[in-house]
């Protein structure tokens, strides 16, 4: 007997075209772009133990002493309290109407919680789980309902109306907001979710955030989490603070997520830490209009590498072309969102030349190193 035997999963990406866009300097995937603020945070948060700690190096290692105490109870609370603050210009938040807050392991922990939750209240309930997603959305939704044995409906975005309008009463809307459809605020989201919320009483949208933080201008409407049809709120520090590996994220919930109690005290301290450290040192808007115009120098490069006019998504790290900005049929396919449709535009991301701009790309120097 062969235990633990598994196949091989085949590649997510045709490995072709993904060296080919990797060559020219992009990604389909998105990936975090770290800045050198992100890595003055954690100098500022870790201080120096060379010659034994200072008050920075100190005040990181006692936050981990007398657990018995309950006194780390509070770093999430704090946590998520700044962050919710610190979203105010773009999310409009009923702090009120979300009195269940959990600290999670960046925004995967919270979103996979929440469905995972609604698969057991479904059969508790004895209805059909369905999970729904406009096409092109994130792929994570489908991945997780997926795994969790939910069955998972795609519509397009065109049809926001009809959607609003006739989803089942019973059903899991996975929405993002900014769109991680093309990387900019999709414009009838409120109004999606106005819909939703006078078509049932019940709470059904889990609305992701994560993007919140990448975008360089006020929007001309904050998002509305604070909308009836919102039962859960998740985001990320990610994308807008290049922390990918750090894993600072959270969820608010109107009502209690049991699997996630346990969250107040299986925390990460450090990454709590680095993350208050980054709102307090960065507003909402601060990074992606620093970075503004790297991304724009990094959308040309990348356009002329491949063939591509690009212009810049809302989000700092993402550009777009149109549908038919190219000849090349199996690069558009490659590109384009949602996968299929012909008159989709093209989406890709800069993360791999922003990071080479501004130099945080490949190892650290060491000091008096040659070269």
Known sequence: MIVNDRTIAP???DPDLDRRVKDAGASKTVYALVTPETEAAKNFILGNAVDGPD???R???EQFRDAWTGKQY???EAFIERWMAWAAPVVAIDAGGFAWRYPTAGGSEALFHVIAAYGNRARGERFNPEVHVLAGEYEGYKAYAEACGIAVVEHPRADWRTIGRTLPATALFCLSQPSAIDGNMWPEANEFLSLLAAASEQPRVLLDVTYVG????TPSVRIAADSPSVQSLAFSLSKPFGVYYDRIGGV???KAMPSLFGNQWFKNLTSLQLGTALLDRHDVFDLPRRYKSVQREAAARIGHRLGLKLSTSDVSVLAQAEAHA???REL???LRRPVGDTNASLRLCLTPTMAEMIDTAGPIATPGATP
Do not use: M, V
Not at 214 to 217: D, F, G, K, L, T
């Open 332 to 334: 558009a396919a490659f």
């Open 214 to 217: 990448s975008i360089a201008e």
């Open 11 to 13: 590649p997510i990406h």
């Open 252 to 254: 608010l919930c109107r």
């Open 55 to 57: 008050a920075a190096r």
């Open 74 to 76: 509070a770093s999430h």
């Open 59 to 61: 005040h990181h290692l």
């Open 326 to 328: 190219t000849t090349d």
